[in-house]
């Protein structure tokens, strides 16, 4: 499905949102089921205080790494960082975290509010490099509609 067919469908489940951990997951399992190059699909969120992410809801298989520290992997580069970073082959990372050896490839997307990154959408792939600028809209406009919740 494209995405601008997905948008509407992220404002729905946005806009009928109740309990914010269910909003979430039904969003990753919309972009999951929807996006064929979306293997894994999940939130981090900053773990308080502590300059660390935690794991919210996700769609796919089941990962250990439930907390990163800032600076680890992919993800833990994109809470220093504060932008979007795409990974088209992720054996050519250093500072990764491997989940699973069938992913090739992530982008991660972080979440603002009030101009604060308080957290990240997670992608992984098993496909190489199929990430393209379409997906970095795309997931800054669901992080941009997640933050209206938070
Ligand atoms: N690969 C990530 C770790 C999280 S998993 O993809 C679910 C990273 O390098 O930060």
């Known amino acids: 499905m494209n995405f601008n067919k997905l948008k509407p469908k992220i404002s729905s489940l946005v806009s009928n949102s109740n309990v914010l951990d269910e909003t979430l997951q039904a969003i990753c399992n919309l972009l999951k089921v929807s996006v064929c190059h979306y293997d894994w699909v999940g939130f981090y969120f900053r773990n308080g205080e502590k300059k660390e992410l935690k794991i919210g809801p996700y769609a796919g298989a089941h990962t250990d790494h439930t907390i990163i520290p800032f600076g680890k992997g992919i993800c833990g580069q994109v809470a220093v960082s504060n932008e979007n970073f795409v990974v088209a082959d992720v054996n050519s990372q250093d500072n990764y975290i491997a989940c ?48 209206t919740l938070m």
């Open 100 to 147: 699973s050896i069938n992913v090739k490839s992530e982008i991660v997307v972080p979440l603002f509010v009030n101009n604060k990154n308080v957290g990240q959408i997670d992608i992984d792939s098993n496909t190489i490099d199929p990430f393209t600028q379409a997906d970095e809209r795309f997931l800054e406009f669901v992080c941009r509609s997640v933050a």
